[in-house]
């Protein structure tokens, strides 16, 4: 059953998905109440995923468009721009740290435009796969804004400096092809073939072996504050002990067996 929350996002739990979806109005603008959905619908992500109930987290949005980001109307007219801005970013950055900081895997789909803050909610996936066309952009510099909703520590992460500072300052668009060229995204497929793409993904992650996803995030996550030799002493100890759990056990089976692993 879909629920949703302030009329701003969708969420439902289907099948070990718990789907997050942006549902305002054609361009998904962002707004304080969007950053209050947002950060509501990963609080019940994060309970449905710590309670085993969700093995994959998608977001994704209604619509032709991801987001168009801010909604720079709202913001003008309101009596205290700097506090309706803050505010909405409150809640937006509160919904971003609890889906980043998520166990399981996390899918982000973005079709037509993501921009802005947009683009920081899109990029949030552990796996981002976007419509080949999709158009992608930072869109801050030109309203004489800087960028909020991870992008600076996203760029700052994936891209080197020189791409990080051209999409920044110039407002280059990138398109879905480009930033997975660029690394900024994982894949692109086009548009006509998306849904079938996010359908076999997400189907892949959900039957598959969720302890050693769980454990491969963490590795990831925590490898760049150890050395190598830390980071290789905590691998060893973790597929050590993975080896000897259920999971483990039936998929060492089933390679030898040359069938296909059973995960529940």
């Known amino acids: 059953m879909t629920n949703s929350i302030d009329d701003r996002v969708n969420y439902e739990l289907v099948d070990a998905v718990a789907r997050i979806e942006l ?39 209604q619509g032709r468009m991801f987001s168009v980001g801010g909604d720079l109307a709202a913001f003008a007219a309101s009596a205290d721009r700097g506090a309706e801005v803050g505010a909405t970013a409150d809640g937006l950055h509160a919904g971003l740290t609890i889906l980043r900081s998520l166990d399981v895997p996390v899918v982000s789909v973005l079709q037509g435009t993501a921009a802005g803050g947009g683009l920081g909610i899109g990029l949030v996936g552990d796996i981002v796969i976007a419509a080949a066309e999709a158009k992608l952009v930072m869109a801050y510099t030109a309203s004489g804004l800087t960028p909020d909703c991870s992008l600076t520590w996203v760029l700052a992460n994936r891209l080197t400096w020189a791409r990080a500072m051209d999409l920044t300052l ?71 002990r993975l080896i000897a759990e259920p999971e483990g056990l039936e998929g060492v089976d089933a390679f030898l067996d040359k069938r296909q692993p059973s995960y529940s």
Not at 184 to 207: C, F, I, K, Q, Y
Not at 211 to 239: C, H, P, W, Y
């Open 23 to 61: 549902a305002h109005g054609s361009a998904n603008s962002l707004d304080r109440r969007m950053g209050a959905a947002l950060k509501t619908a990963a609080e019940r992500a994060a309970q449905d995923a710590e309670s085993g109930a969700a093995r994959v987290v998608l977001v994704c949005a």
């Open 170 to 240: 110039t407002n280059r668009v990138l398109t879905g092809a480009e930033a997975a060229d660029w690394g900024l995204v994982s894949r692109a497929v086009p548009g006509d073939e998306l849904p079938g793409a996010v359908e076999g993904l997400v189907s892949t992650l959900r039957h598959g072996a969720s302890g050693a996803f769980v454990n491969s995030k963490r590795l990831l996550r925590e490898a760049g504050d150890r050395t190598l030799v830390e980071q290789l002493d905590q691998e060893a100890a973790t597929i050590s």
